[in-house]
C-alpha cells in the first residue's frame, strides 16, 4: 500500500530515542524529509547521520521543548528550512510515575504545553499544507484507569480531547488531527525495561493482561503514526487510535 508519503516534510519532536525515533526512521524509509530534536547533542549528530542515509533531507538540533521561545523558534525555522511543513507529531514527554504537585507541573509543562505549543508554531506552515496533518501521542492510561490516579495520566487524557476539538476547529482549513495511544511498550533503556529488571512482579502481571502475549514496541506504534499522519488516512480526523495488543478492556463506540 502507498501510504503517498514520499516527498513530504515532518517534523518529529523527541525524536532521537525510543518511539519519536521509529517514527523518524519509519518516515524517512517512506521518503519523508524530516526534522528532530532533542536535549542530546551526540544523539542529534547519531540519528542525523543514520536518517540521512535514507536519502532524504534531515535537520537536527538540540531543543530544550520547555523553553517556548526556543522551542517555537526552532519549529518555524526547521519548516523553512525543509522548504513547508505537511506533519507534525509532537512525542516529548515526562513520562508516568512523577506524583504530587511537582507531577502536575512537570506534565503539563512536558506533555501539554508542548504540544500546544508546537502545534501553535506549526499552524502558519501547516495551512499551506495539501496534505497536513498532527498526530499526538498519547497513552492507553489516558482511557483506561492505570496503576492509580496520576497526572500523567490526567494530562494524557486531556491531549485526547484537545486533539479530538482542535480536529473540528481545523477541519476546514483542511489540517487533520488525530491520536496514537500506545499500551504498554518495551524499550531497550526505558521505562519497562526498568521494571522488568528492577520490578518483575509487576512486569510480569503486566504481561499476563495483555491478551497477546507481549508488550508492544516502538516500531509497531510508528506503523500506527505513519498511517494516520499519512494521505492514506485522508478520511480521518479527530480519532483516537488504541495500539495496545488488547490491554485495554473497554468498549469502543
Known sequence: MDL??????????GST????RAIADLLADEGVNVAICSRNQDEIDSAVK???ARGVKVIGAVVDATDKDAYQSWIASAATELGGLDIFIPTVSAGGGIMGEEGWQTNFNTDL??????????MPFLEKSSAASVVFITSTAAVENFMGPQPYNAIKGALVIHAKQLSLALAPAGIRVNCVSP???FIE???????KTNMPEIYESTVAQIPQGRLG????????????????ASLITGVNLVADRGFTKRVQL
Not at 503517498?4 to 519532536?13: D, F, M, P, R, V
Not at 504545553?113 to 506549526?122: C, H, K, M, P, S
Request: aromatic fraction near 6%; glycine fraction near 16%.
Open 17 to 20: 530515542r525510543g518511539i519519536g
Open 113 to 122: 504545553l508542548t504540544t500546544t505549543r508546537g502545534v501553535e508554531a506549526a
Open 217 to 232: 514496541s516502538a516500531p509497531e506504534v510508528a506503523n500506527a503514526v505513519a498511517f494516520l499522519a499519512s494521505p492514506a
Open 183 to 185: 499500551g504498554p511498550v
Open 189 to 195: 533503556g526505558g521505562i519497562w525495561d526498568y521494571i
Open 50 to 52: 543514520a536518517l540521512g
Open 4 to 13: 503517498g508519503l514520499s516527498g513530504k516534510n515532518a517534523i518529529i519532536t
